[in-house]
């Protein structure tokens, strides 16, 4: 058997249907052989975006897959592996490799080596007989603990190699682990005992897909939750309890019930402090439960560390607090308590998400998106910048892995990928993405994937002519060069593509192209609606 068609046999018994990748990559081939689809995306770092969202609408079930050349096309990838790592994405990476003999000599990019650093494992076939090994250790750190990339390089010389029959693979295994149990009784007594609780949920409730467990707790003690923007929608952002989903904009109640908690549970989550994401207030009793106990201490100070599945971990604290907490607590004050808030925030962005002004607010063309779509049926993105700051705050999230929400490394683009990766694993959801006319220019051309793969998403592109957030910073760059004004026609460049392209410019034309949107997407039509906006800098900081 030649290496080629053993490890997309691999692939295969590991339950992987879709390879996404860019050629020349002999293993494009193999796997189509072996009734593995390959994608073919116009730039490899979308192909990655798009292996991300895999594996994040289905928590890992299945493994997001993505190929490339050796040089240039594995080089072109750095970024999409990067944001995998900054956002503990499982994913198989699998570069083509310069010939063995050449592997090691400069200037030739060995993707094993220069990936090691941002990746959860990288390692080279260099011998034919060691493919199955390789992969099992691999899948094995694919399918369990903390999230990452992982590189298996594939030399361009090994293609023609035997591989010893029959192969000797079986799918590798998925296990958890929990926390100390005595850790656990602690945890449940302060919890029990605290007098302003606040759970923050990250996205490891995801992956562990204990969002029963997370909505019980929260119950069973009066706890208001909030999310990190890669936890968002792990918790029903229309429950009582919720306070919304934070990151750079947040909702009013997030920072105020975080300020005045007196104890802080975060379960599925690094805390990792970030730009885009919620700080957390100095002085607070800090719960971390999280996969990796290398996150403990690593950015907030902590009290009790529970290190494990967060469904197991949920499981075990459940069971403790039962014991002394045999009915749900009356959440009739802190909810109240949590409406108020949201009331009053509200009611001063109402203005924005309501306004009847032209160019349009992009906060409007979010508000009618939001009460246009069946929310249930949605899987929606952000992209960076504004796009993220003017979604996360107010799109109640209601379903898990409905929003597929990040932060961190923030690139430009990103949204496009995991929107049709999202529809790929999941055909019957709209899968939107929202991005800026900044974002557009990273990965714009890729919208012809769409419409050549027939991946029928749905885009919705906030076009102001302009890098908006960038006014502030870069003033005599704008007034002597015009170095932030940027545009185009995007609509059109959607209708040349083939899919359907549509040009928004009056508040009572939002919602009826929406509408048509999704009737086009519903025929099997990418769409891509272009709202002209104003400037918005504006965004829900804590404080305001």
Not at 181 to 190: F, G, I, M, N, R
Not at 392 to 413: C, D, H, I, N, R
Request: a neutral charge.
């Amino acid at each position: 058997m030649k290496l080629g068609t053993a490890i997309a046999e691999i692939m295969r018994r590991e339950g992987i249907e879709i390879l996404c990748g860019y050629p020349v990559n002999h293993l494009i081939e193999h796997a189509a052989k072996a009734e593995i689809r390959p994608v073919m995306v116009r730039q490899e770092r979308v192909g990655v975006h798009m292996a991300d969202a895999i594996s994040r609408v289905t928590s890992g079930r299945t493994i997001g897959a993505f190929c490339m050349q050796h040089g240039p096309g594995a080089e072109n990838a750095m970024g999409g592996v990067a944001q995998c790592f900054g956002e503990s994405v499982p994913v198989l990476v699998l570069p083509m490799g310069y010939q063995r003999r050449l592997a090691h000599i400069e200037p030739n990019f060995n993707s094993s080596e220069a990936m090691k650093a941002f990746s959860k494992s990288s390692e080279p076939i260099i011998l034919a007989a060691e493919v199955t090994n390789i992969f099992r250790r691999a899948f094995t750190k694919l399918k369990n603990g903390r999230g990452g990339p992982v590189i298996v390089e594939i030399p361009a010389d090994m293609w023609n190699e035997e591989v010893p029959e029959p192969l000797n693979y079986t799918p590798v295994l998925r296990t958890r682990y929990g926390a100390d149990p005595v850790h656990v009784k602690e945890a449940a007594s302060l919890l029990v005992n605290a007098k302003r609780p606040v759970i923050y949920a990250g996205q490891g409730v995801h992956y562990a897909q204990a969002w029963p467990q997370l909505k019980r707790l929260a119950e069973r003690l009066a706890i208001p939750v909030t999310t990190s923007l890669g936890g968002k929608s792990s918790f029903p952002e229309t429950h009582p309890l919720s306070l919304g989903s934070g990151g750079l904009a947040v909702p009013r109640a997030v920072p105020k019930f975080l300020a005045e908690a007196d104890v802080i549970f975060g379960i599925g989550c690094s805390f990792t402090e970030t730009s885009f994401g919620i700080a957390m207030p100095k002085g607070k009793t800090i719960i971390h439960s999280t996969l990796d106990p290398n996150h403990l201490n690593k950015d907030v100070e902590t009290k009790i560390g529970l290190v494990g599945d967060a469904g197991l971990v949920l499981d075990a604290l459940l069971e403790e607090i039962g014991k002394t907490v045999t009915a749900d607590r009356d959440t009739s004050a802190v909810a109240a308590e949590i409406a108020a808030s949201h009331k009053e925030w509200l009611a001063k962005w109402m203005p924005k998400l309501t306004s009847n002004d032209a160019p349009l607010s992009p906060y409007r063309v979010l508000w009618d998106l939001q009460h246009t779509v069946d929310i249930k049926n949605t899987i929606i993105t952000h992209d960076a910048g504004s796009p993220r700051d003017q979604l996360s705050p107010f799109w109640k999230a209601v379903e898990p892995l409905s929003y597929l929400g990040w932060g961190k490394t923030t690139q430009l683009g990103y949204g496009l990928g995991l929107a049709m990766g999202a529809k790929l694993a999941k055909p019957d959801k709209l899968c939107i993405n929202v991005w800026g006319d900044a974002a557009i220019g990273f990965t714009g051309m890729d919208f012809e994937t769409a419409v050549r793969e027939r991946i029928p998403i749905m885009s919705i592109l906030l076009n102001n002519f302009s890098m908006a957030i960038e006014l502030k910073v870069m003033p005599i760059s704008t007034e002597k060069y015009r170095s932030t004004d940027i545009s185009g026609d995007y609509a059109a460049m959607a209708r040349a593509f083939g899919g359907y392209g549509e040009r928004v410019t009056r508040p009572e034309d939002i919602i009826p192209a929406i509408r048509r949107g999704i009737q086009k997407t519903q025929e099997g039509i990418p769409v891509l609606l272009e709202f002209i906006t104003s400037k918005e800098t504006e965004v829900s900081r804590p404080g305001t």
